[in-house]
């Protein structure tokens, strides 16, 4: 790998997404403009992985130009700042936001396009510039490899239940098998004082999804009618909130778990795309709250991180890899049996 080469101006080694294909992430060097008088230049330390990160790598995300270096979740420390910077110092540990330009206040199209890893280039090199007002300083209680799980998962998961589901003390949430966003579900949740029943297609996993606090565990492959216990369990009640990661598989089911005026947070695409369902008329006739959510702005990972520090809360890490094997670690992680995080170090 390069080094610096110069104050604000540098080398930099980089994995590069050449073609949707996850074999094609290869290493390149490129050369960075100066640093701009917001600019921060940040050397890369971790990164970890989420189910987009192969969405993206195999072509099934949205359209994105190639070639473009991928992923979206990191931490790094502080090299140089541009002269006018105040938000953040040399030495300090920060990960940059998703959407690197959403500060605050509602999504908006233009937003969208700041995605690390899609519209731009992510965070899977050695040295990257950002403008400080995207970085948030890393809890000082979570390594660096605990912190490089909270950009896309845990914000996810925060904005679905805490700043758009209003989650309260004494609710139930369900949450759907043990991938990132589901287990970081699970925590905040717990954090939050809710009762949570989550699924898994593996008994296993279960155990472990019970040993951290789930009121209630189903295994969703055994038991297809799982939808039906989650009601029988609530005693016919249904859930408040449902954090959906299954998508049009799993909605309809989805549809039958939620109370009467439940929430449901829309977030993933993770079962079968194609499933036909009658999911409308229940959510219409039930009078749910159906949320899209896409991730968060820095103001809600700040709020997130005071969260995870008042209750020093630790992300669930199933393995480690060097980055060099980054597409070992997408492989693994296709194939589904990791229980919470997959992160790499840089
Ligand atoms: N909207 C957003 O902003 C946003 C942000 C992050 C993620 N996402 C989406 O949310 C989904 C989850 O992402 P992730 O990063 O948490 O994924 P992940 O860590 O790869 O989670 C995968 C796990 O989900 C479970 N799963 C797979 N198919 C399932 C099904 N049909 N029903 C229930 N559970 C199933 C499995 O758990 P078991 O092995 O326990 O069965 C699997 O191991 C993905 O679709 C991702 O694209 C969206």
Redesign the pocket.
Known sequence: MTAVTSSSALEYAAYELTNYDLTAIQSATRVSQALGPRDVLVRMKTASL???DL?VCTGRYRKISLPRVPLSDGVGEVIEVGQAVTKVKVGMRVSPNFMTGWTGGTITPEVIQTDLGAGIDGVLRQYAVFDERSLVKIPDYLSDEEAATLP??AL?AWNGLIEEGNLKAGETVLV???????IFAMQFALMSGAEVIA????DE?LKRLKKMGAAHVIN?KSNPDWDKEVVKFTRGRGVDHVIE???S??LEKSAVSVKVGGHISL?????NPNAQSNHAVHLLMKAVKLQG???GSVEMYERMNAALTVHKTKPVIDKVFDAHDVVEALRY?QS?A??G?VVLKI
């Open positions: 989420n189910y987009r969405l896309c998962a996810t759907m098998g043990s991938g990132g966003v589901s699924t898994s297609s593996s996993k969703y990661v299954g998508g598989g799993t977030i993933g695409v993770l079962a959510i896409f991730v992680m589904g990791h229980f995080k």
